[in-house]
């Protein structure tokens, strides 16, 4: 028995690794209810099963991952539900601040963190400055994301920019089917949140549900998915290699033959 396990472990093709993972960390809910425990013990374990997920990643030479947390469509959940979620938050960063010498994991928060309370914003933007250099994995988390509320975002700042310049132009001749036609899929992707982040290559959905839930609308155009049943907290390191087994096993073809 031991032994299978040990090979199903190495399975795996080192040279073959998705660059960047993105996870829905779902079913932290569901976990609690299934022990009869209240759903804030399951977000506090799913918690524990991030730490435990980026360590892996990092370890095994993955360059990104990017979990999503908090959507924006999550405020519809009971205050304390999202407060306990929020509190989590604060306390991952303290303790990635406390061990990011040591770790060198680079942080990103993704999302519309403008909303969050002063000191949830100030930990992030800590966060995020102290890791700024950092070589290793990088771990963007999606906090207050939502895929849609980001592409409106952009256009709404896509176009700020081009009336900004406009105005700022001496060239009378840049009229607006110029500017429209000028915009391009390179372009716009830099006015995401993901601006500079390459797409992701790989994304797990745990928990059952067989949905996007807002999640990378535009990034995951040629990602590839991997659904399990298993729930956010009782996802493990054999979890992860059986979702990269499953990646190397597709054929991706963006659309060529
Ligand atoms: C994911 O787990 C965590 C968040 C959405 C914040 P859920 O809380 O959605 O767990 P289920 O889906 O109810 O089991
Ligand atoms: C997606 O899970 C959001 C996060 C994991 C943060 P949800 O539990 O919110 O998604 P739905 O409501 O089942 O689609
Ligand atoms: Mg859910």
Same mark, same amino acid.
């Given at each position: 028995?031991?032994?299978? !396990?040990? @090979?199903?472990?190495?399975?795996?093709?080192?040279?073959?690794?998705?660059?960047?993972?993105?996870?829905?960390?779902?079913?932290n809910?569901?976990?609690a209810? @299934?022990?009869?425990?209240?759903?804030?013990?399951?977000?506090?374990a799913?918690?524990?099963?991030?730490?435990?997920?980026?360590?892996?990643?990092?370890?095994?030479?993955?360059?990104?991952?990017?979990?999503?947390?908090?959507?924006?469509?999550?405020?519809?959940?009971?205050?304390?539900?999202v407060?306990?979620?929020?509190?989590?938050?604060?306390?991952?960063?303290?303790?990635?601040?406390?061990?990011?010498?040591?770790?060198?994991?680079?942080?990103?928060?993704?999302?519309?963190?403008?909303?969050?309370?002063?000191?949830?914003?100030?930990?992030?933007?800590?966060?995020?400055?102290?890791?700024k250099?950092?070589?290793?994995?990088?771990?963007?988390?999606?906090?207050?994301?939502?895929?849609?509320?980001?592409?409106?975002?952009?256009? @709404?700042?896509?176009?700020?920019?081009?009336?900004?310049?406009?105005?700022a132009?001496?060239?009378?001749?840049?009229?607006?089917?110029?500017?429209?036609?000028?915009?391009?899929?390179?372009?716009?992707?830099?006015?995401?949140?993901?601006?500079?982040?390459?797409?992701?290559?790989?994304?797990?959905?745990?928990?059952?549900?067989?949905?996007?839930?807002? !999640?990378?609308?535009?990034?995951?155009?040629y990602?590839?998915?991997?659904?399990?049943?298993?729930?956010?907290?009782?996802?493990n390191? @054999?979890?992860?290699?059986?979702?990269?087994?499953?990646y190397?096993?597709?054929e991706?073809?963006?659309?060529?033959?």
């Amino acid at each position: 028995m031991r032994k299978l !396990f040990k @090979k199903t472990q190495s399975a795996w093709e080192p040279e073959k690794l998705p660059r960047h993972i993105a996870i829905v960390m779902d079913g932290n809910g569901r976990w609690a209810k @299934k022990r009869s425990l209240p759903r804030t013990a399951g977000h506090a374990a799913g918690a524990e099963t991030f730490r435990r997920i980026a360590t892996y990643c990092k370890n095994i030479g993955i360059e990104y991952l990017t979990v999503y947390a908090f959507s924006t469509e999550n405020w519809k959940r009971p205050p304390e539900e999202v407060e306990k979620i929020m509190q989590l938050l604060e306390k991952y960063i303290i303790e990635a601040l406390g061990k990011m010498e040591r770790d060198k994991v680079r942080m990103k928060f993704l999302g519309d963190v403008a909303v969050l309370s002063p000191r949830l914003r100030e930990l992030v933007a800590k966060a995020e400055k102290l890791s700024k250099t950092f070589e290793g994995v990088q771990v963007n988390v999606c906090l207050n994301y939502g895929s849609r509320d980001e592409i409106i975002r952009a256009v @709404k700042r896509y176009t700020a920019d081009q009336i900004i310049e406009s105005n700022a132009s001496t060239e009378s001749t840049k009229n607006m089917e110029e500017t429209i036609g000028s915009l391009t899929e390179e372009k716009f992707s830099k006015y995401l949140y993901t601006a500079d982040i390459p797409d992701p290559d790989l994304i797990i959905r745990p928990s059952g549900e067989h949905r996007v839930s807002n !999640f990378l609308l535009w990034q995951s155009a040629y990602s590839e998915y991997y659904f399990t049943d298993v729930l956010w907290p009782d996802f493990n390191e @054999k979890e992860l290699d059986n979702a990269i087994i499953a990646y190397q096993s597709r054929e991706r073809r963006y659309g060529a033959i």
